[in-house]
Nanobody
Framework: QLVESGGGLVQAGGSLKLSCAASGRTSSTYVVGWFRQGPGKEREFVAAVSTTGDSTYYSDSAEGRFMLSRVSNTVYLQMNNLKPEDTAVYYC????????????????????WGQGTQVTVSS
């Protein structure tokens, strides 16, 4: 089971740190990806981290503002300088597929998803 937490309401320019905790499975054996789905939009890739934590990949919108880290069975997404367009439900997911730029951005490459956490950024 994957459980996201850390979402909330923040003003533009603020920060939030999301957590993705895995229970019943060892997170370090999976690629972990973060996706988001804004109102009326499709779910989109945000960031992903390899099984070892040594490699990360970010969307253009996340690059330079968001940072991934993984400690034990939890993966964190530190989000800085948040913008109103970052408003969305954020999901984490596990993948057993190879960590590369094509796989990590593709929803169907992930086989286990959390329920999501709401992030709202006010202007």
């Amino acid at each position: 089971q994957l459980v996201e937490s850390g979402g909330g309401l923040v003003q533009a320019g603020g920060s939030l740190k999301l957590s993705c905790a895995a229970s019943g499975r060892t997170s370090s054996t999976y690629v972990v990806g973060w996706f988001r789905q804004g109102p009326g939009k499709e779910r989109e890739f945000v960031a992903a981290v390899s099984t070892t934590g040594d490699s990360t990949y970010y969307s253009d919108s996340a690059e330079g503002r968001f940072m991934l880290s993984r400690v034990s069975n939890t993966v964190y997404l530190q989000m800085n300088n948040l913008k109103p367009e970052d408003t969305a439900v954020y999901y984490c997911a596990h993948s057993t597929n190879a960590f590369n730029s094509m796989n990590v951005i593709t929803l169907r490459q992930y086989n286990h998803w959390g329920q999501g956490t709401q992030v709202t950024v006010s202007s």
